[in-house]
């Protein structure tokens, strides 16, 4: 590959810096062309029905979402205390306003994969469901938490392969049905996450290797049992869709706030960008609802850049950072993700505005300028968002429209943490804050 690796290179030359782990930013040239797209905005309404169905039994469920009747939904919040210290820090404005898309206090998994993740299960229940028994789509779920039902589901399995929240969400959520649930983590997953995992009846298997290998021995392991239901971070439709009714929920939360996207009113959606599939199915769903005015911005760690590699050469799911020889280490939980979707960057061809690059550092310190500043604990992950801001307003090509600009950082977990793992985050954050010159913008 070395000759195609040159060439490549050279037709590319951010290559040549992200091979040196530089945070780069690339602005996607085909942004906003016309394309077709292998998903509808019907998808999406299908989505939000069947999420809508599930409300009973999540209410049933998971008493912690009894107060929003059983839907997982969270916050839009406004930061303007952030903002400042982010513009102090940096020296320069940040035109418009800042908000957090606080994904981090979703109930069940405590992270953006109650999203995905659970709708997919819901998905899988339904069908059994409706395929074993008289269950109608205009029944009341509830009736799916019943021991008759959980006797049913404990014939069927689940299995899934992750580095952690993917694992965390379907686990918990397949648990709750009685599905027989396996979770192939990769090395990088932590430990309190197996540890939570097992605690509520889930096998999980650990490996000694990156997600795409935990994928793969998941994969091989289900089609063994045509009971056992493998969903692929990799390449599954319905994770994908399960992501894009965030869609509809923040339209709702952006007109309460009185902004209405559009060419003269920008919104920028910061997501930090793992295997490509909730930020791409959150970026598809946005711009389903609002079909002008969302500027997806993708968050990956210098070590890590494997979805905007993908999508700056379209090679998407066939290159793998490490045939660069970037090593692909992250200590941001679930972005330690060699290789991209098969799915995701394909359809965010002509959909992502563009990505920025951190390093590892400096999603600590923003972890902890947040934590100062509005009292909001994430993970180090969900905090890569706000490496994107100044990079992406600098390069912005109408400056003149910025002003009325709405910068969305969507923090994609957090609300599990352990208290102690957490302190450990923001000590090192505050540590890091403490070293003299720090720039955060590059
Ligand atoms: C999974 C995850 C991401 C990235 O999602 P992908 O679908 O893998 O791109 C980002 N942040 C957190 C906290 C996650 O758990």
Same mark, same amino acid.
């Given at each position: 590959?070395?000759?195609?690796?040159?060439?490549?290179?050279?037709?590319?030359?951010?290559?040549?810096?992200?091979?040196?782990?530089?945070?780069?930013?690339?602005?996607?040239?085909?942004?906003?062309?016309?394309?077709?797209?292998?998903?509808?905005?019907?998808?999406?309404?299908?989505?939000?029905?069947?999420?809508?169905?599930?409300?009973?039994?999540?209410?049933?469920?998971?008493?912690?979402?009894?107060?929003?009747?059983?839907?997982?939904?969270?916050?839009?919040?406004?930061?303007?205390?952030?903002?400042?210290?982010?513009?102090?820090?940096?020296?320069?404005?940040?035109?418009?306003?800042?908000?957090?898309?606080?994904?981090?206090?979703?109930?069940?998994?405590?992270?953006?994969?109650?999203?995905?993740?659970?709708?997919?299960?819901?998905?899988?229940?339904?069908?059994?469901?409706?395929?074993?028994?008289?269950?109608?789509?205009?029944?009341?779920?509830?009736?799916?938490?019943?021991?008759?039902?959980?006797?049913?589901?404990?014939?069927?399995?689940?299995?899934?392969?992750?580095?952690?929240?993917?694992?965390?969400?379907?686990?918990?959520?397949?648990?709750?049905?009685?599905?027989?649930?396996?979770?192939?983590?990769?090395?990088?997953?932590?430990?309190?996450?197996?540890?939570?995992?097992?605690?509520?009846?889930?096998?999980?298997?650990?490996?000694?290797?990156?997600?795409?290998?935990?994928?793969?021995?998941?994969?091989?392991?289900?089609?063994?049992?045509?009971?056992?239901?493998?969903?692929?971070?990799?390449?599954?439709?319905?994770?994908?869709?399960?992501?894009?009714?965030?869609?509809?929920?923040?339209?709702?939360?952006?007109?309460?706030?009185?902004?209405?996207?559009?060419?003269?009113?920008?919104?920028?959606?910061?997501?930090?960008?793992?295997?490509?599939?909730?930020?791409?199915?959150?970026?598809?769903?946005?711009?389903?609802?609002?079909?002008?005015?969302?500027?997806?911005?993708?968050?990956?760690? /210098? $070590? &890590?850049?494997?979805? %905007?590699? #993908?999508?700056?050469?379209?090679?998407?799911?066939?290159?793998?950072?490490? *045939?660069? @020889?970037?090593?692909?280490?992250?200590?941001?939980?679930?972005?330690?993700?060699?290789?991209?979707?098969?799915?995701?960057?394909?359809?965010?061809?002509?959909?992502?505005?563009?990505?920025?690059?951190?390093?590892?550092?400096?999603?600590?310190?923003?972890?902890?300028?947040?934590?100062?500043?509005?009292?909001?604990?994430?993970?180090?992950?969900?905090?890569?968002?706000?490496?994107?801001?100044?990079?992406?307003?600098?390069?912005?090509?109408?400056?003149?429209?910025?002003?009325?600009? /709405? $910068? &969305?950082?969507?923090? %994609?977990? #957090?609300?599990?943490?352990?208290?102690?793992?957490?302190?450990?985050?923001? *000590?090192? @954050?505050?540590?890091?804050?403490?070293?003299?010159?720090?720039?955060?913008?590059?």
């Amino acid at each position: 590959m070395t000759d195609e690796l040159e060439q490549l290179i050279h037709k590319f030359p951010l290559l040549n810096n992200m091979q040196h782990y530089q945070p780069i930013t690339w602005i996607n040239p085909e942004f906003g062309e016309e394309a077709e797209i292998p998903f509808t905005q019907a998808e999406v309404f299908d989505v939000a029905a069947r999420f809508k169905r599930f409300a009973p039994y999540l209410a049933a469920a998971f008493p912690e979402t009894h107060k929003t009747d059983g839907q997982l939904i969270s916050p839009l919040l406004k930061i303007d205390k952030m903002q400042t210290v982010l513009e102090d820090r940096n020296a320069a404005e940040i035109p418009g306003n800042v908000y957090l898309k606080a994904d981090s206090m979703l109930p069940i998994s405590g992270s953006i994969k109650s999203r995905g993740g659970i709708y997919e299960v819901l998905k899988f229940a339904e069908h059994v469901a409706m395929t074993e028994t008289n269950l109608t789509y205009s029944d009341d779920y509830a009736v799916l938490a019943t021991p008759d039902y959980h006797k049913l589901f404990a014939d069927y399995g689940i299995m899934v392969g992750s580095t952690g929240n993917l694992g965390l969400s379907i686990g918990m959520a397949a648990a709750s049905f009685g599905f027989k649930t396996t979770v192939h983590m990769s090395v990088d997953a932590r430990q309190w996450k197996k540890d939570m995992l097992r605690a509520n009846g889930v096998t999980v298997v650990e490996h000694d290797d990156s997600v795409s290998v935990a994928i793969a021995q998941g994969r091989k392991e289900a089609a063994k049992d045509p009971h056992t239901y493998f969903i692929d971070d990799e390449g599954s439709k319905d994770l994908f869709l399960g992501y894009s009714a965030a869609g509809i929920e923040i339209q709702k939360q952006l007109t309460d706030d009185g902004i209405f996207p559009d060419a003269d009113h920008p919104v920028f959606v910061y997501l930090p960008a793992g295997v490509g599939g909730s930020p791409s199915g959150v970026s598809f769903g946005l711009q389903m609802m609002m079909p002008e005015g969302i500027y997806p911005v993708f968050a990956e760690p /210098t $070590h &890590v850049p494997s979805v %905007t590699m #993908g999508m700056m050469t379209h090679l998407y799911d066939k290159i793998a950072v490490t *045939d660069l @020889g970037i090593d692909g280490k992250t200590l941001a939980d679930g972005l330690a993700v060699p290789r991209s979707s098969k799915i995701a960057g394909r359809v965010m061809r002509t959909l992502l505005y563009g990505a920025h690059t951190f390093s590892d550092d400096d999603i600590y310190r923003y972890l902890a300028l947040l934590a100062d500043t509005q009292n909001i604990y994430v993970e180090p992950s969900a905090a890569a968002g706000f490496s994107a801001i100044a990079p992406t307003v600098a390069g912005f090509e109408n400056q003149a429209v910025l002003k009325n600009a /709405t $910068h &969305v950082v969507w923090a %994609t977990g #957090g609300k599990l943490v352990p208290t102690d793992e957490m302190q450990r985050y923001y *000590d090192k @954050g505050r540590a890091l804050l403490a070293e003299p010159q720090q720039v955060l913008a590059r």
